[in-house]
């Protein structure tokens, strides 16, 4: 072997060897005055591998201070001493174990609520905790104290001494005697966010006590309006006067623009026959919050709706806002009937909502004197309603945005025609709940359901149900009732975050009090709903028959309808 290959061999053995031992590793035994006091160290499961000395030295402090948290506050470190070029041995005295400690307090600084957070053991001037417990109790009460306009309260502890394994002690609350409240709330990023939402929906006002922590319970509500969005958590500026609250918003693209097309086959004509929809919603375009919403239907079955309807909420900075709503059915040649409403609402907070206000609703007869039939005829109706709303969306999911909806309402009133003048009530529901079973499994279940009560009934004032909205593979509003309930419900998979697909099964029940009939209904079907940069397009194919008529191909229905933001 020549000199050269010899040296470059020292060489390579020699840096081997130099790595191996730099990285070789410092084992830490910890150990006490007897074996017990050996198992509580090791019951602790400290860490026994370390690359250098200073980190085995932190870790006997961090043990050092586990075992004061347990009630060993007399324990003592001797010296680590080095046992061989791996090995570190450091032994700990644990001595006393104080098991609990008595704090005396004064009720002008901690109110019995908040004791009652930390200690089941709570007398006239003092409170019993078991030691363990001891340090998360005083975050939990310096916390509370916090909240109720002490941000920068600070606790500690004097007096103290020793009886027996108990410990007592005075509970000191250094705090400022003035408590901080909210003197001024900039908005930025959105600056021209309507100010009666801060006020009357997250119900944030200047000169309220600052609470941080509710701050940021109240704020995450912004996430439940559909046109701003919270880009970050709120900052607080204090100064030795004031308290300024930063709240960081964007405006979202809240307009939606909603269609369908539907289409299939007449069962005396066999041709096919389309119908379909345009739902126009403007939301927050005066940033005021306000929404517009403009509807146009038509029916397979010669029927038209147009529905103009808008919302102001919070008038005047008032918590209470108002609904206005004109609606316009055609149904062919046949009949007019035309609704006006207005209504009052009230934000109890984001999540619930209520209404009470006027439905008027005008029908005219549109068929000739020599034409005309008893069950369509003229009539006025007033009504006077009530509602009540839960809504809980969900912000970040584009392809199923709400969570869970109630809406329960009622209305009680006289309906006068040439014949009679009498008393009516009507009752409305609509639910559904979506049941996250995974990331991609989910069911989704909605109740629908109307009734008007009254002596007697005309036709042209029964209630119009089928459809898309309502009992899929069923003609639009082609079901007149007096009472109908409908179940829909779904199996949906989630492909990727813009691709679903689901089944179709939905049942329903009316009656009909004019014909003395009552029927059974079903559908079945499937549908995908596909999130593209135009918005979300859903596809669904279903067919609908009723309980006693077999099985028809040819009556299903094919609905297509794309729902646009912007």
């Not at 009470?356 to 309603?385: C, M």
């Amino acid at each position: 072997m020549s000199v050269q290959k010899t040296l470059l061999l020292l060489i390579i053995i020699y840096i081997l060897f130099s790595f191996e031992g730099f990285c070789q590793n410092l084992n830490l035994t910890i150990s006490g005055k007897t074996k017990e006091e050996t198992k509580i160290i090791d019951s602790l499961q400290y860490n026994k591998i370390h690359t250098d000395f200073n980190s085995i030295k932190n870790e006997v402090n961090t043990v050092q201070n586990q075992l004061f948290k347990l009630g060993f506050i007399e324990n003592e470190i001797r010296e680590t001493q080095k046992i061989n070029d791996s090995s570190f041995l450091s032994k700990i005295l644990l001595n006393k174990k104080f098991n609990s400690i008595t704090i005396y307090y004064n009720n002008n600084d901690i109110d019995l609520s908040t004791l009652k957070l930390v200690s089941e053991n709570i007398y006239e001037n003092n409170f019993k905790l078991d030691f363990s417990e001891a340090e998360n109790a005083f975050n939990v009460i310096n916390s509370e104290i916090s909240k109720k306009g002490s941000p920068f309260s600070k606790l500690k502890l004097s007096n103290i001494t020793i009886e027996g394994s108990n410990l007592k002690a005075s509970l000191i609350v250094d705090s400022p005697k003035k408590k901080r409240s909210i003197n001024n709330i900039v908005i930025k990023g959105y600056e021209k966010f309507p100010q009666s939402y801060i006020k009357h929906f997250l119900k944030i006002k200047q000169n309220q006590i600052f609470n941080l922590d509710l701050i940021n319970k109240k704020t995450e509500a912004l996430n439940n309006l559909n046109f701003a969005n919270e880009i970050k958590t709120p900052e607080v500026l204090f100064t030795k006067d004031s308290t300024t609250l930063y709240l960081y918003l964007e405006k979202a693209n809240s307009n939606t623009f909603d269609g369908f097309l539907g289409f299939g086959t007449n069962e005396d004509t066999n041709k096919i026959e389309f119908d379909g929809y345009l739902n126009l919603n403007l939301i927050n375009n005066l940033n005021f919050g306000e929404s517009f919403r403009l509807l146009y239907k038509s029916d397979e079955i010669d029927q038209q709706t147009f529905e103009v309807g808008i919302s102001l909420p919070y008038l005047f900075k008032t918590p209470i806002g108002a609904d206005l709503l004109l609606r316009i059915f055609k149904k062919d040649t046949t009949f007019t009937t035309v609704n006006q409403s207005a209504r009052l609402h009230y934000q109890i907070n984001s999540n619930h909502k209520v209404y009470g206000g006027i439905i008027a609703t005008e029908s005219n007869n549109l068929l000739s004197e020599t034409n005309t039939t008893p069950i369509i005829s003229d009539y006025k109706t007033q009504h006077l309603t009530f509602a009540y709303q839960f809504l809980k969306p969900q912000p970040n999911n584009f392809l199923f945005p709400i969570k869970s909806k109630l809406y329960v309402e009622t209305g009680f009133g006289t309906r006068e025609s040439a014949l009679s003048a009498e008393k009516q009530s009507q009752y409305t529901i609509d639910a559904l709940k979506i049941i996250t079973l995974n990331k991609k499994n989910s069911l989704y279940f909605r109740i629908n359901g109307s009734s008007l009560i009254s002596d007697t009934y005309f036709e042209n004032e029964l209630l119009r149900f089928g459809g898309i909205n309502s009992i899929r593979g069923f003609e639009e509003n082609s079901l007149f009732a007096s009472l109908f309930g409908t179940l829909n419900t779904e199996y949906r998979f989630q492909l990727n975050r813009n691709i679903y697909i689901h089944s179709i099964f939905d049942a329903g029940y009316f009656e009909n009090k004019i014909q003395s009939s009552k029927e059974k209904l079903f559908g079945y079907g499937f549908g995908f709903g596909i999130l593209t940069k135009s918005g979300l397009l859903r596809f669904n194919y279903a067919n609908g028959k009723n309980e006693n008529i077999k099985f028809k191909l040819s009556n299903s229905k094919i609905h297509l309808s794309l729902t646009t933001n912007f």
